[in-house]
């Protein structure tokens, strides 16, 4: 658009063109639940299809639109499908989609105060949910971040600082003794990452065994404590699962609090997907203890409905978090207390705490507690399910809403099959499953050995569902078997 001979990059109506979009969106949702849940296309079939070249002239907003509903929509996962049950990035409700739509118009830059009042208001607002949710005292701390790793990340920051604030200046050159971290063997890989980011290093987070049903050993924990002062390290900070990221497990919080306590360590709860059960009356009770943690990561794109990207970090103590990440700059002009700069490292940032606050505040608490409950149930179900088939056999018990179980069938039991060929075999009914748009689930190593990881995080997954997911899967199965030994006869 042009103005008096001034260029600028505003569009002529522009309205129209929103509309243009927020009905592809809109399309998008209310087909959601058709298959397939992922086209089965390589990266090589899609990227001679998405145009690529880069116009001299543009092509204008309509035609651009047009691009994205014929070579883009199509070949976007399904992530809100009903039979999505990967990852515990879950489906987003609607309004929380609406909600980031006004956070991306809107624009605001909340680093300062000034660059986003409301922005800032609405990020304390939506801690303080949080907070009061999982029963922090007053005088608590957070930051929004992207999500669980990043969470994770600001977490374990301020734990080092919180134990080593000498590290601020000589950084980790500075200590005298190694620093330590504890974390069971079942923690997610953000936990790892952050110690090399933070200069812990791999090598000096210690993997805690985890019993029968896959939670951390206090008794395990407090040896290899003890283990590590007599070799002259540090040990400086616990991390507890609250819904691990395999089976969904959760640690003992009380027992690892009580150890936190006595040896003086942070405790740090990874609740990026199972904090939402805090929702459910019926459900909290498992994640009893976390009331006790000196900081908690959960992510609101997860189990709470609300699009990528948003992750929290809560903090007991507010001025712990502020000790590590305050920071000034001249450019950024007078200091005010509430500027978001100061509780994380991340400085431009999006106000990721709209679609949070706009969802939560159009859906309501009751609204989304029976649908997390439901959900929870509907893995109960299907646990069930597996159990009682002959061919089935559940490999973790259900803790929240993760169900992971083995495809065993009798006839390649019969026939000789080894524990790898089982493991085989379960990979590659994940396949061709999801080379037929059906679902789209992973893979869980649990126990040693491999099986079928559903995620039941899904606001729009019905117990129909979970009985035409079960069904293919056991066909698919049971025809993967019968060809393999048909196969073998033969030869």
């Not at 639109?65 to 609607?94: C, D, M």
């Not at 936190?260 to 994640?287: F, I, S």
């Not at 970090?313 to 700069?341: C, I, M, V, W």
Request: charged residues 20%.
């Amino acid at each position: 658009m042009t103005h008096n001979g001034f260029e600028t990059l505003d569009l002529d109506n522009l309205e129209r063109h929103l509309q243009s979009a927020a009905k592809l969106i809109a399309r998008r949702i209310s087909n959601i639940t058709s298959d397939p849940v992922k086209k089965d296309v390589t990266f090589e079939e899609l990227a001679s299809i998405i145009p690529s070249d880069f116009p001299t002239e543009g092509l204008g907003p309509q035609a651009v639109i047009n691009e994205v509903a014929q070579h883009i929509e199509p070949y976007s996962t399904k992530i809100g499908h009903p039979r999505f049950l990967a990852w515990i990035t879950t489906s987003p409700g609607p309004a929380g989609t609406l909600g980031d739509m006004l956070c991306t118009g809107l624009n605001q830059a909340p680093l300062t105060f000034k660059g986003g009042p409301a922005a800032t208001v609405l990020e304390e607002i939506v801690l303080s949910w949080f907070a009061g949710m999982f029963g922090l005292p007053q005088g608590y701390g957070g930051t929004i971040v992207s999500g669980g790793t990043m969470a994770n990340l600001m977490g374990l920051t301020v734990a080092r600082r919180a134990h080593a604030p000498e590290v601020r200046q000589k950084g980790m050159q500075g200590l005298d003794r190694p620093l330590v971290m504890y974390v069971s063997d079942q923690g997610h890989m953000s936990v790892s990452r952050s110690a090399v980011l933070l200069g812990i290093g791999e090598d000096n987070v210690r993997a805690i065994p985890s019993d029968e049903h896959f939670r951390m050993q206090p008794d395990a924990l407090e040896k290899a404590i003890r283990l590590d002062r007599d070799a002259g390290l540090q040990p400086f900070c616990v991390v507890a699962q609250a819904g691990s990221v395999t089976t969904g497990a959760v640690d003992p919080m009380h027992a690892i609090a009580d150890i936190c306590q006595r040896e003086k360590l942070w405790l740090h709860v990874d609740a990026a997907y199972g904090g939402a059960a805090m929702l459910a009356d019926e459900l909290k009770g498992k994640l009893s203890g976390i009331e006790r943690a000196d900081s908690i990561c959960v992510d609101p794109h997860k189990w709470f409905f609300v699009p990528l990207e948003c992750g929290i970090t809560l903090f007991r103590n507010r001025e712990q978090q502020l000790d590590t990440f305050r920071a000034k700059a001249s450019y950024l002009g007078e200091e005010n207390p509430h500027d978001l700069k100061n509780t994380t490292f991340i400085l431009s940032r999006a106000n990721r705490a709209l679609k949070v606050w706009f969802a939560f505040r159009t859906y309501g608490k009751a609204r989304l507690a029976r649908i997390i409950l439901r959900n929870a149930r509907l893995a109960a179900t299907l646990y069930d399910m597996m159990q009682q088939h002959a061919d089935w056999q559940p490999i973790a018990p259900v803790e929240l809403s993760i169900v992971c179980g083995r495809y065993t069938p009798r006839k390649a039991c019969e026939a000789g099959w080894s524990e790898q060929q089982i493991d085989a075999l379960q990979l590659a009914m994940l396949e061709e499953l999801e080379r037929s748009g059906a679902a789209l689930l992973t893979p869980a190593s649990a126990g040693g050995k491999i099986g079928i990881r559903v995620c039941v995080a899904n606001h729009r997954t019905t117990p129909e569902d979970l009985q035409l997911l079960f069904n293919t899967l056991t066909a698919i199965g049971t025809r993967l078997v019968e060809s393999q030994i048909f196969a073998t006869v033969k030869d």
